[in-house]
């Protein structure tokens, strides 16, 4: 089994940032890209960044781009998401989850969720 959980989740005004991270326990993550995912109420999940196996590749949303940065260290087995410029459009539950070596827009290709960390950017 792969299980992931999330964390550094929040309350943040408009333009703050955060860092969130994914950390596996009992697993190693270097043979899987890393996905984050957000879902906002009443809306469906989405694709947030995702980083190859090696962190050579790295994915983004254009919603996001520009604003986080994807990162990982495999000797801690844990990834990273560094949010910065946060929007209240950013308001979501954030999680994450793995694909065996390579990145996918299929979110339902991902397995081992966490159970997520909340992020909200309000003033």
């Known amino acids: 089994q792969l299980q992931l959980v999330e964390s550094g989740g929040g309350l943040v005004q408009p333009g703050g940032s955060l860092r969130l991270s994914c950390a596996a326990s009992?697993?190693?993550?270097?043979?899987?890209?890393i996905g984050w995912f957000r879902q906002a109420p009443g809306k469906e999940r989405e694709g947030v960044s995702c980083?190859?196996?090696?962190?050579?590749?790295?994915n983004y949303a254009d919603s996001v781009k520009g604003r986080f940065t994807i990162s990982r260290d495999n000797a801690k087995n844990t990834v990273y998401l560094q949010m910065n410029n946060l929007k209240p459009e950013d308001t979501a539950n954030y999680y994450c989850a793995a694909r065996f070596v390579a990145c996918s827009g299929d979110v339902g290709s991902y397995t081992g969720w966490g159970q997520g960390t909340q992020v909200t950017v309000s003033s």
């Open positions: 980083i190859s196996r090696r962190g050579g590749s790295r």
């Open positions: 009992g697993f190693t993550l270097d043979s899987y890209a």
